[in-house]
């Protein structure tokens, strides 16, 4: 797997979701630290991470990251940690609060958008997300081909 290079903000972002942005209609974005074992740590700085098909729930007043996948450490000890469990993540209870209550509201769901290291700790990108429709995505893809043609018209008449 090739390395990832550090942004100049100190991110070096380890797995990104591009699915969401193409499923859902992105309406507020949230940072949040993850409880991880030192197998997952390992393994995410390798780089063996899939976000696809996780999402985030509160329950208990705590927030949590189902769905994830973080590969196995080849190097750990007694088997290292189990791929696709629960992770707690690490927010302020006021966020809690304000994310418990959107996602009360019909049709909002918490998807993480990307998994990233910063400082050497690992955070995610969690994203308040509403579903799209068929017809709403083919109108995402529509004008992303006008902007896209508008780019070239004018990129033409500049030569």
């Known amino acids: 797997m090739a390395k990832k290079v550090p942004d100049v903000d100190g991110i070096k972002v380890i797995a990104s979701n591009r699915r969401a942005r193409h499923d859902y209609q992105i309406i507020d974005t949230y940072e949040a630290g993850i409880v991880l074992q030192g197998s997952e740590i390992k393994s995410i700085r390798e780089g063996h991470v899939q976000l696809k098909d996780s999402f985030a729930h509160v329950r208990d ?12 450490y080849a190097f750990s000890r007694d088997g290292g940690h189990e791929p696709e469990r629960s992770r707690k993540l690490l927010l302020q209870r006021r966020q809690i609060d304000r994310i418990a209550s959107d996602l009360a509201e019909k049709g909002l769901t918490l998807i993480p958008l990307r998994l990233y290291l910063r400082k050497g700790k690992a955070k995610v990108e969690l994203g308040l997300g509403r579903g799209k429709r068929t017809i709403d995505k083919r109108e995402t893809i529509k004008q992303r081909d006008l902007d896209r043609e508008m780019e070239r018209s004018l990129r033409g008449r500049r030569s």
């Open 61 to 72: 007043g705590e927030m949590f990251l189902i769905g994830s996948y973080i590969g196995p």
